[in-house]
Every structure is written in structure tokens, then in C-alpha cells.
Nanobody
Framework: QVQLVESGGGLVQTGGSLRLSCRAS????????MGWYRQAPGNQRELVAR???????NYADSVKGRFTISRDNAKNTVYLQMNSLKPEDTAVYYC????????????WGQGTQVTVSS
């Protein structure tokens, strides 16, 4: 059905920036909230940021002021601009989207690695 394709991860130095993107493709009838989660080895997957279809945004406290989430509904794409990156931001970042008509259904991307070196 819906496939989420992520890009933009990579290796950066502390203080650097990356921009992640995630596009929903396939049979997309309606996409609800979209967001980014991350998971470091041995840790639980945690919410980084999310944005509703209407533009309501939530951030994890750890990234407030550094990360910015946005979306282009016409392209079914969500972005995560990450500035002032820290080593503790190192993780696999996963895109998430909810079915707009059945929000109990979640779609997940394959994950993109973000590594911040010091």
C-alpha cells in the first residue's frame, strides 16, 4: 500500500546540519500525521518530531530549537531539518505516517542512519 522512502542521512561533525526527507508513495489516498522517530543501539525508539496534516507540530524536548519539521502535503513529503547536531543525536531515524482515514494504522520507512562525530 503506502511506502515511505527516506533520504538525507549521513555522517557529520558535531555542530553540523542534515536535512532528512521522507516521501509517501504508492496508493496514497490520505496521509494523516507524519513524523520522525529515532533509535540508537540498545535504546527504545523515541519520537523526535511530528506534524499533523494541518501543521500542528510537536518536538521532543531534546531537539527543540535545533530541529525543524515541515511537510508538503501536495508531495506527501515530510522533512526534518537538523541543526547544531550533537553526538547524542546519532541514531537510525525512521519516518512515520498515519493513514488519514484510519489513524490507528502506521506506516514506517526503512530508516536512515545519522551519525554525529565529535
Amino acid at each position: 500500500q503506502v511506502q515511505l522512502v527516506e533520504s538525507g542521512g549521513g555522517l557529520v561533525q558535531t555542530g553540523g546540519s542534515l536535512r532528512l526527507s521522507c516521501r509517501a508513495s504508492g496508493r496514497v489516498f490520505s496521509v494523516g500525521a507524519m513524523g520522525w522517530y529515532r533509535q540508537a543501539p540498545g535504546n527504545q525508539r523515541e519520537l523526535v518530531a511530528r506534524i499533523s496534516s494541518g501543521g500542528i507540530i510537536n518536538y521532543a524536548d531534546s531537539v527543540k530549537g535545533r530541529f525543524t519539521i515541515s511537510r508538503d502535503n501536495a508531495k506527501n513529503t515530510v522533512y526534518l531539518q537538523m541543526n547544531s547536531l550533537k553526538p547524542e543525536d546519532t541514531a537510525v531515524y525512521y519516518c512515520n505516517a498515519k493513514d488519514g482515514l484510519a489513524p490507528q494504522i502506521d506506516f514506517w520507512g526503512q530508516g536512515t542512519q545519522v551519525t554525529v562525530s565529535s
